[in-house]
């Protein structure tokens, strides 16, 4: 009996955690991003008059430890591209994040996060 109430505790508890956990939108960045909104990223740069050729990229989760290391210690300077998609708004801003070590004017990360319910966000982080 006690194995039985185990087993049943365990389902239960296991179908109410797992359950609750569910994707909250897509994310993707380089090629990627490039087909799905190569116009938005061009706006993007277009607006702020970024030349990004000749910078080496970073991956937000294949180079995590050095993409942290970037944040975390360099200044760097964030433009965000917003979509609200139920009303087709677009908004445009860029932010200067601060930090001990100067910006080094090399590094670029790309990444769009679209969510499932109303923002689609483009972020281009200059290091």
């Known amino acids: 009996m006690k194995k039985l109430i185990t087993i049943f505790c365990f389902i239960l508890f296991s179908n109410l955690s797992f359950s609750q ?39 937000f989760f294949n180079e995590f430890d050095f993409n942290k290391e970037l944040h975390d210690e360099y ?17 445009m801003n860029s932010f200067y994040d601060e ?17 499932y319910t109303d923002k689609k966000i483009i972020n281009i982080k200059v290091f």
């Open 99 to 115: 930090r001990a070590k100067a910006p080094l004017n090399k590094y670029v990360m790309v990444f769009c996060f679209d969510d």
């Open 75 to 91: 200044s760097h300077t964030t433009y965000i591209y917003t979509l609200y998609k139920q009303t087709g708004v677009v908004k």
């Open 21 to 59: 956990i569910r994707k909250a939108g897509d994310f993707y960045e380089l090629n990627d991003l490039w087909k799905r909104d190569s116009v938005s990223v061009k706006q993007l740069m277009n607006k702020f008059n970024l030349n990004i050729s000749k910078l080496d990229t970073v991956q």
